[in-house]
């Protein structure tokens, strides 16, 4: 007879099972009310919402303590590899459930938070998003952290403690209206000061050369203060750090000579100093050559750099000579990710600590750096390439442009040798851009300066060394490779959709149906089919493309009210970089059309159209598991990898798509029968830039098409402001660039990416693998125009 099982042993049973012990219950309930008590000093007759979400999340926070200086500690006995993440953006969203997750915590929580009467999602919903990111290129580097941490590997993310985030979007009377995220307003209990670890800055000032060496003097400096926060792996004890830079001024600056009258106005002054942290930039895949924009970049590379190093010198199997660290083991035990090129910097800062301050040799110094560092490019637009004016650096980093300028000649002299009297490849691969304004190219610094350069898709990778780094690639083909891109499956399955069987998949839609209802006084058809386009707001990600599709299906019903129609709920979300007018203008089409269609009797809940408000990490964790079609349908070449193609897939969306970014993997794994593929390749895409396009003929070919644009221009969507969208329909059929995938000039102030349906979706059929693509297989009106079939 088996022996009964004693109390630990079921509750172990249990836990194994995903269901909270009673043990873990009641420590949760009693370190909660310990938080109420001690950490927020409040009792249940005074606490708030928030105040009951501080005191869970300083709860789960203690779970993290041990296990994060316990991590620590092993790296420091250890002495791995560690890897750095450097990166201007980190879109981390909220932390609470992510760390419930990732610790196995959750359901004792919930739990323990029903029994003190309390609902767990709604202290979830009182978190501030970490909206420290604008899109793709950030929330990789979140995802990038759990995974790493999920791999055990000893990795630190890098970046900017902005006290703005991305702004939060307000639609007001169809227009998208910026509001100031004030995301630290509350306190944010994850993080962890370190001004222990606080270092200073250096700028402006001027360079001399002596015979000791070269100094750089007479700067100012503005002081780095980290904060600290954790980065647990799923299920494993190891939690990693993500260090984030915080700009202070020391406290005497500008008080050096300050005469009476005058201590008011310098103290005042430090917020000039301290502007560094406040507020991210809000362009995506746009640059924009603004002096704080460079001041951000080299604020987190020199802070950064200084605590690699320092790191480095301490560590336990490191070199500890006490007059002079030997640099030879550097790349063994540093890596230096840049995530784009906002921190190319890294690049001649290391350089210059190398050579200035620790006086190693120029070409071991070179020889170090490149093994170091490896580059990530992240766009092949040429409007969102870096490129600093030479003027600029100057007068802002004086030391920094002479090292660029001598690691620019001796890569030219390279480059000479190898192609002698062939001045024009000389000029293609120079990190300096001559012209009017004299300008750095910081993606040929990046590559120049790294041992590795990745694109983050196939056939972005390949562009990359086909078209934008040709000659870099002839030169080093080695150098290059592809990583596609990847999501974290703990945040983007088991957090945000538990469950994929039919039945959960319905709860999604009604819970998300009732919240777009609350939100939007929208009355949804949540057995409509959800068709949702969720990203930055771009021409090249074509929004565009799907507002004429939807009036296409408008008229169409209109036309034929007793036609058999599929009701579909169209989701449009994003936000618009302030300064970007066309973008701004796509947004309030959208509100337009769905003002028109949404009060038709005629149309019913047969067709909804609703433009997404804010969205942000929070909100696409639960539009994402509801969706039923997802929207990836850029120009071919222009979308490096995209993220949320993959997060829609993973929660069981079908996709329609162009082959672009990861979408050519995607329908590789998954078979492309199961997705829809419609428009030109790029190579298609190339031989129309080069043939010309012109929209009109596509105009004046298709009446359906025909009859959406000139709703647009007459006002049929706007009748209180007929011109309204005069601008839009001006672009769409004269000014709309079909880009090749090739880095070209914009002439513009914006960016201006084709955005025009030069092909429609093709009408291919995926396999019938769940009941709900069979809803979706009925659809007979996913064209506007004649598609092309996948492959041809």
Request: a neutral charge; proline letters at 5%; glycine letters at 6%.
């Amino acid at each position: 007879m088996a022996k009964p099982l004693t109390d630990s042993e079921k509750r172990k049973q249990i836990s194994v099972r995903g269901i909270a012990g009673l043990g873990d219950v009641a420590e949760v309930r009693k370190s909660f009310n310990r938080h109420l008590h001690f950490t927020l000093v409040k009792d249940r007759n005074v606490a708030t919402p928030r105040d009951y979400f501080f005191a869970l999340a300083h709860t789960v926070r203690d779970h993290l303590v041990g296990r994060w200086i316990r991590t620590q500690q092993h790296y420091y006995e250890r002495d791995p590899k560690r890897i750095y993440y450097l990166s201007l953006e980190f879109y981390m969203g909220r932390t609470l459930q992510n760390t419930m997750v990732n610790l196995g915590l959750q359901n004792a929580c919930d739990e323990a938070i029903y029994q003190l009467g309390l609902d767990l999602e709604e202290l979830e919903e009182i978190e501030e998003d970490a909206g420290l990111g604008n899109g793709g290129l950030g929330r990789l580097a979140a995802c990038f952290l759990d995974s790493m941490a999920t791999l055990g590997l000893a990795a630190y993310g890098y970046g900017i403690r902005y006290e703005f985030g991305i702004f939060n979007q307000k639609i007001v009377n169809g227009w998208q209206v910026e509001e100031a995220d004030d995301w630290l307003r509350y306190g944010n209990p994850w993080e962890k000061a370190r001004p222990e670890y606080m270092l200073p800055v250096h700028f402006y000032g001027r360079v001399e050369h002596t015979p000791e060496g070269v100094r750089w003097l007479d700067t100012q400096v503005v002081l780095a203060m980290p904060y600290d926060t954790p980065v647990p792996g799923y299920r494993n004890n190891t939690v990693n750090t993500m260090r984030l830079w915080s700009a202070k001024a020391p406290n005497d600056f500008k008080l050096h000579d300050f005469n009476v009258g005058g201590y008011i106005e310098a103290v005042l002054d430090r917020n000039l100093a301290e502007n560094i942290s406040r507020v991210l930039y809000p362009n995506d895949n746009f640059f924009e050559g603004k002096e704080l924009r460079l001041k951000q970049e080299y604020f987190v590379v020199a802070a950064t750099l200084q605590d690699i190093i320092r790191r480095f010198k301490s560590s336990k199997f490191g070199c500890r000579d006490p007059v002079r660290t030997c640099f030879e083991t550097f790349p063994d035990k540093v890596a230096i990710q840049l995530n784009d090129t906002h921190p190319a910097l890294a690049i001649p800062e290391l350089m210059r600590i190398l050579v200035d301050v620790e006086k190693v040799d120029w070409d071991k110094a070179w020889e170090i750096t490149k093994k170091t560092c490896a580059y990530t490019n992240h766009t092949v637009l040429p409007e969102a390439l870096e490129r600093w004016p030479v003027s600029m650096f100057e007068k802002l980093l004086p030391r920094h442009l002479e090292i660029i300028y001598a690691i620019n000649q001796r890569h030219l002299d390279h480059v000479a040798a190898l192609f002698p009297g062939d001045v024009d490849h000389l000029r293609r691969m120079s990190v300096i851009e001559e012209g009017d304004c004299k300008r750095i190219n910081m993606a040929h610094l990046c590559v120049i300066g790294s041992h590795a350069v990745n694109g983050v898709a196939r056939i972005h990778s390949e562009i990359v060394k086909q078209s934008v780094f040709k000659d870099f690639y002839e030169l080093e083909p080695e150098k290059f490779q592809n990583k596609t891109n990847g999501i974290t499956p703990r945040r983007w399955l088991l957090l945000c959709n538990p469950g994929l069987a039919d039945t959960i998949v319905e709860e999604n839609k009604l819970k998300f149906s009732a919240f777009l209802e609350k939100e939007y006084k929208v009355k949804i058809n949540p057995s409509s089919m959800f068709d949702v386009h969720v990203k930055r707001i771009h021409e090249y990600k074509r929004q565009l493309l799907n507002c004429l599709h939807i009036i296409t299906l408008y008229n169409r019903l209109k036309k034929d009210p007793t036609k058999a129609f599929v009701p579909r709920t169209v989701m449009i979300g994003g936000k618009a970089a302030p300064g970007y007018h066309m973008a701004k203008m796509i947004i309030k089409l959208v509100t337009s059309i769905g003002n028109v269609v949404n009060h038709d009797p005629v149309v019913g809940d047969r067709l909804k159209v609703i433009f997404l408000e804010n969205y942000r990490v929070s909100l696409a964790e639960k539009v994402i598991p509801a969706a039923d079609l997802s929207q990836q349908i850029s120009t071919a070449g222009t979308e490096a990898s995209g993220t949320g193609n993959m997060k829609f897939m993973l929660n069981g969306a079908l996709t329609i798509g162009t082959m672009d970014g990861a979408n050519v993997e995607m329908a590789e794994e998954a078979g492309a029968e199961n997705l829809f593929i419609f428009g030109m390749r790029v190579e298609d895409v190339e031989a129309l830039d080069q043939k010309g396009y012109n929209a009109r003929e596509y105009y004046d070919r298709l009446p359906e098409l025909k009859q959406a644009v000139d709703q647009i221009s007459s006002g049929f969507f706007s009748p209180k402001d007929p011109d309204c969208f005069k601008d839009v329909v001006n672009m769409l059929l004269n000014h709309d660039r079909t880009p090749g995938s090739g880095p070209r000039r914009s002439s513009g102030t914006s960016p201006v990416r084709a955005s025009s349906p030069v092909t429609g979706p093709s009408q291919i059929q995926p396999r019938q693998s769940r009941k709900r693509t069979k809803q979706a297989q009925k659809e007979a009106h996913f064209s506007i125009l004649p598609g092309r079939q996948a492959g041809g």
